[in-house]
């Protein structure tokens, strides 16, 4: 089948990528001539485990291509994927003026029967606000072209997307129309085994089940920081508390990890678009609006334990920082909790010696050449010398690190790990002061 797909972000490159293995034939359209640049090189803008590899062997296949050029994209597939971003507005609410920008160039361009897939996270309601968007943009136009719109929200995981993708937990469908559910049906027939994991619904339904599914996974995470706290206050350890109520299976054991908050680009931004969302429609979301107070309050945990240790006086300090991406195996710092971390830590006339596996590139990107952010090439070069190490993300390459080196090469032996990777009394044995979340010499 023919695909375009607006948007080759994270989201929109895995989705191309994956449909061109299937056999399909892909277009994807960026606005960004940089990124299309780069993707008609057989170069990924982005680390993403495995894509890469899949990018190039269908670009040589000849299935999939790139464009900045809308109205080629519109000719091109019957099916029209919206995969742009959807970054927070100034309150809070979704901006969907990149969603919207694709269903005018879509109105524009339409010459015959489309249907029209939005896979950008967006409130309810927007499938109707992308529908009118065309049909005014077809009017203005004087033309009567038929269409449809279809929700079908993305739930791929960054650092594992090309997996989410290939074999997903469950597709999401909305849509009034039949016709367009077996359409996606044939689609993504290649991915669902048996149809079993297409789950068709209606338009608004499929629009907040991507909300809901995001901030239950946030209200999770506040909910152990929130457990975290408490226990350091009390003398108990977080980890054999997650231990003892993960066995129960109303609970279980996934996504009840403690750490330094929440980052990314999905779940901040939608926990806020959802309870602006909910106080559009008069309703005051107070569990939400609490999942993101906490979150907030969290990030900034790290830096008072370090704060507190050194006694206020972090002028003129480096602080060794491993891990930068707000998670392991992607090279995404949007809304990283090291981003908060540095932040403070420089405020406060810290200096900053990061490393990160993947990340580096990204940081100095978004923070440029200064004075006090050195990027270097190894978890053990960023110790070399520094007051005390921080480690923000867990990347497998921190979990067995050589605690003699870091006693060694520090100037005050203290380790403040975000991510809870290490044994405290073990950690302890090498002479090491060791700070954790909700365990440790936490408080
Ligand atoms: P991204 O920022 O990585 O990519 C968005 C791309 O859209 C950019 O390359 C941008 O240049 C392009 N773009 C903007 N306007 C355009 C236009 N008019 N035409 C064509 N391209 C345009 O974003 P992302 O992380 O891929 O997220 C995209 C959407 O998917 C968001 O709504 C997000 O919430 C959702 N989502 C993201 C993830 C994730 O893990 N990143 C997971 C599920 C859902």
Not at 15 to 30: I, K, S, W
Not at 373 to 390: F, M, N, T, W, Y
Request: charged share 30%.
């Amino acid at each position: 089948m023919r695909l375009t797909i607006f948007g080759s972000g994270y989201v929109g490159l895995v989705t191309g990528a994956c449909f061109a293995e299937a056999g399909n034939n892909v277009l994807c359209v960026d606005v960004d001539e940089r990124k299309v640049e780069m993707l008609k090189r057989g170069e990924s803008p982005i680390f993403e485990p495995g894509l890469d590899e899949m990018l190039k062997r269908n670009i040589a296949a000849g299935r999939i291509s790139f464009t900045t050029d809308a109205a080629e994209g519109v000719k091109w597939g019957l099916f029209q994927f919206i995969a742009v971003g959807t970054p927070p507005d100034e309150d809070g609410s979704a901006d969907l003026k990149y969603v919207l920008a694709v269903a005018e160039a879509i109105g524009k361009n339409l010459t015959e029967y489309r249907v029209v897939v939005t896979k950008s996270t967006v409130p309810v309601g927007t499938a109707d606000k992308v529908k009118a968007k065309i049909l005014q943009t077809l009017k203005a136009r004087g033309a009567d072209i038929e269409f449809d719109t279809v929700s079908n929200p993305e739930f791929l995981k960054e650092g594992a997307a090309i997996g989410d993708f290939m074999k997903p937990d469950r597709i999401v469908v909305g849509t009034d129309n039949p016709r367009t559910a077996e359409l996606l049906k044939a689609l993504y027939d290649p991915f669902t085994r048996s149809r079993e994991r297409m789950i068709v619904m209606d338009v608004r339904s499929s629009e907040l089940t991507k909300y809901a599914a995001n901030a239950m996974l946030a209200t999770k995470i506040s909910f152990m920081n929130e457990l975290a706290n408490l226990a350091e206050r009390m003398g108990a350890d977080i980890e054999k508390v997650r231990l003892g109520i993960g066995s129960d299976p109303r609970i279980g054991y996934h996504f009840i990890y403690p750490g330094a908050g929440y980052g990314g680009s999905c779940f901040p931004k939608d926990v806020q678009a959802l309870a602006r969302s909910a106080r559009d429609h008069s309703f005051k979301a107070e569990l939400l609006d609490a999942v993101e107070a906490v979150n907030k309050r969290q990030k900034d945990v790290l830096f008072e334990k370090i704060n507190k240790h050194f006694e206020g006086k972090l002028s003129g300090r480096t602080i060794a920082v491993w891990g930068l991406a707000f998670k392991p195996n992607t090279d995404d710092m949007r809304e990283a909790p090291s981003r908060t971390l540095m932040e403070r830590l420089w405020a406060a006339g810290a200096k900053v010696r990061a490393y990160d596996p993947v990340a580096g590139h990204e940081t100095k990107r978004i923070y440029g050449e200064r004075g006090d952010l050195q990027i270097v090439k190894s978890g053990p070069e960023a110790i070399k010398g520094a007051d005390a190490l921080a480690i923000m993300t867990e990347w497998q390459e921190f979990r067995s690190p050589d605690f003699d080196t870091i006693k060694a090469e520090l100037k005050h032996p203290v380790v403040f790990d975000g991510r809870n990777l290490y044994d405290p009394g073990f950690v302890k044995r090498f002479g090491l002061t060791y700070y954790a979340i909700g365990r440790g010499d936490s408080v």
